[in-house]
């Protein structure tokens, strides 16, 4: 729609960042090392007293010893340090990578639930333990930093609110604690954006054998993130992303754009608040609005999701009025712009059942759920190209009402160095399949949807994790169908492969897609951009890269360094892009096998809100119309997510 949604960093800063990272790292060897750690326990942590292994926890059980930094001086600190001046200059750009479980993996190796040891006792009180954004960690509390750069932005930050953070608890005082719920309250602390990372520990009470006291911490991520860049005096682009306004939690993004070359619209701007779990009802609100050159909306928003497998009640309700012109590639590869203006409502409701199995059953098994949920959206154009039966049938009026039952059953397995760089991941495990039946009230005729998705995914021993999806869809009227979609997909991780360099991890998504009897001018395509795991094409645009089926193969190796440069880990990347798209008129095996391939490396600094980012350079030897076939790319890379098996809209298949 537009470029402003590109640059979520400066591109001169990523440029000068890159380069003093390439010369460091190349020519001085300037790039911090550290000792492969998996296999230890975390520094200042008692493993005889953690709870994450025993019931005998004291307070902040891993904080009770004071130690400095577990990595000492590499050959280059030491050399630096001889000297105020390179002393200085070591600690402004250079960040001392800890031996704590977050970094290293060993949490992975943690699975069974420290809270089930208490479980049906009382809880007393709760305590709220906020640490600053850099040089501390959930698994070392104590621990502080001697880079007065970090010193002063811990300063500058302001912490999340005390009673913004027990608005996230799903327990309070009086509780008989539920170990679930516990294990629970963790994962979603950690998946919101506005904590890095966030530990729950219980700890018993002195001469009681009925109450517990339970310590939440929480480690902030760093909340204002600029963003913008110049091309010329009458061309740039400035705003900014404050994901924790004030410490309230509300996030806040603004961008303003300016080109004084461009008849159409010389200034675009965009806006977007949010305002996360109101009160304890866990509902979030969010109001945007954008006046960009091809795109004019306002849309508000309330919803609250399934945020546990124990959620009874998840909604939403969206009002949007948009204004766009529509870029659409037609079948003879011309470009037509057709201009549309629409209002658009949507508003669903669903109902989570414990389905078999007691309350008091916190097993996997006791977490499979029944839901129930129903949906109504409309679309009202108010301008647009003339509807028939045979021309911009996309464009109708229609209101559909969808209904949908479906099958739960997750748990969440904890790990690191899957799609973050260090930080605590919380990998899906489970299966949902759901039905979808409902109407089409639609202007050219009523119609009957009818939809099918199945899902699993789950750790195979020493194999790696493997998740696949099924989905079948369409339309009915008078016995054909319109509209319809099959589509598989498959993802796959491999184990962490420790090596002299770091760990290192294989990655392959598979997705085939295929239309029925779709509307002219409907297809799907391979372009896209980014590379390997982080796209869902083949990494590069081109309007020729269309069909109504296609295949796409995404296959990369991520080398988890032990490089830290000013904060940021470094994960080194090859990856080999693979993908075939037909028309119904030829096969789609018969049809050419686009390919890309690629090296590259990423950063990532998880004490921050920006985007890994990325250098690539890229190879396309047979993209139809493509005169330069390498490519170099320096980019934002947004963080990727997991595919959950909750339950959420029901909704059609798409066909993408």
Do not use: C
């Not at 659409?328 to 590869?333: F, G, I, L």
């Not at 154009?381 to 099958?407: A, K």
Request: glycine residues 8%; hydrophobic residues 35%.
């Amino acid at each position: 729609m537009n470029n402003l949604y590109l640059t979520g960093l400066p591109r001169l800063r990523h440029l000068l960042t890159g380069l003093l990272l390439l010369w460091l790292v190349a020519t001085t060897g300037w790039a911090q090392i550290t000792p492969d750690t998996t296999k230890l326990p975390p520094v200042g942590v008692d493993r005889r007293t953690d709870s994450l292994s025993s019931k005998h926890s004291r307070v902040i059980a891993d904080s009770v010893l004071k130690q400095r930094d577990s990595v000492f001086y590499s050959g280059l600190k030491r050399r630096m340090y001889k000297h105020r001046l390179t002393r200085q200059l070591y600690d402004a750009v250079f960040h001392d990578v800890y031996n704590s479980q977050q970094s290293t993996g060993e949490v992975s190796t943690i699975e069974v639930n420290p809270f089930k040891d208490f479980e049906g006792r009382v809880i007393g009180d709760i305590y709220i333990r906020r640490l600053g954004v850099f040089g501390q960690s959930v698994y070392d509390t104590l621990r502080q930093s001697d880079n007065w750069l970090e010193r002063t932005a811990n300063k500058l930050h302001v912490n999340t609110r005390e009673r913004v953070i027990r608005r996230y608890l799903l327990f309070r005082e009086g509780d008989a604690l539920n170990s679930t719920t516990l294990r629970d309250n963790e994962r979603l602390l950690r998946t919101t954006t506005i904590f890095h990372d966030a530990r729950i520990l219980v700890v018993p009470r002195t001469g009681s054998r009925q109450f517990v006291d339970v310590y939440v911490i929480t480690q902030d991520v760093w909340s204002l993130e600029p963003n913008g860049g110049v091309g010329s005096l009458t061309q740039f682009n400035i705003g900014f992303d404050q994901r924790n306004v004030r410490g309230l939690g509300h996030q806040l993004f603004a961008q303003f754009a300016y080109t004084g070359t461009d008849p159409r619209q010389q200034a675009e701007y965009q806006s977007r608040y949010t305002i996360p779990f109101i009160g304890k009802t866990f509902v979030t609100a969010q109001a945007e609005f954008l006046y960009l050159r091809d795109l004019k909306q306002g849309a508000i928003r309330l919803y609250r999701p399934f945020i546990t497998p124990d959620t009874k009640y998840a909604g939403s309700i969206e009002l949007t009025h948009t204004q766009i012109n529509s870029r659409v590639v037609m079948r003879d590869d011309s470009v037509e712009y057709i201009p549309l203006r629409y209002n658009y409502s949507d508003v669903w409701f669903g109902r989570s059942f414990r389905l078999f199995f007691s309350e008091g059953d916190s097993s996997v098994r006791g977490r499979a759920r029944l839901i129930l949920a129903v949906r109504n959206t409309n679309y009202q154009y108010l301008w647009r190209p003339p509807v028939t039966n045979d021309s911009n049938q996309l464009y109708q009026n229609s209101r559909t009402t969808l209904f949908s039952l479906g099958f739960s059953r997750r748990k969440y397995v904890r790990d690191v160095l899957i799609y973050g760089f260090g930080r605590t991941e919380d990998v899906p495990v489970g299966r949902t399949v759901s039905v979808i039946y409902g109407f089409d009230n639609a202007e050219l005729g009523r119609r009957t949807y009818v939809g099918l998705n199945y899902s699993q995914g789950s750790y195979i021993k020493n194999l790696g994790y493997l998740y696949g999806l099924a989905s079948l869809g369409g339309y009915i009227r008078s016995a054909t169908v319109q509209q319809g979609v099959l589509s598989f997909e498959s993802n796959y991780f491999s184990p962490l492969l420790p090596t002299g360099w770091g760990n290192m991890r294989q990655f392959i998504n598979a997705r085939y897609t295929t239309g029925i009897n779709r509307f002219n001018n409907e297809y799907i395509s391979l372009s896209s951009s980014g590379s390997g795991i982080n796209t869902d094409g083949i990494g590069i645009n081109n309007d020729a890269l269309r069909g109504t089926r296609r295949l796409v193969l995404n296959i990369e190796n991520i080398l988890f360094s032990k490089l830290n440069v000013v904060g940021f880990r470094i994960a080194f990347i090859t990856f080999a892009n693979l993908g075939m798209a037909s028309f119904p008129e030829k096969p789609l095996l018969q049809s050419t096998l686009y390919q890309g391939y690629g090296i590259g490396f990423r950063l990532r600094n998880e004490n921050l809100t920006f985007n890994s980012f990325q250098i690539r350079l890229s190879y396309y030897p047979n993209i139809p119309n493509n005169t330069i076939p390498f490519r170099q790319a320096f980019e934002g890379v947004p963080a990727l997510r997991f595919r959950d098996f909750d339950q959420s809209a029901p909704q059609i298949i798409p066909y993408q």
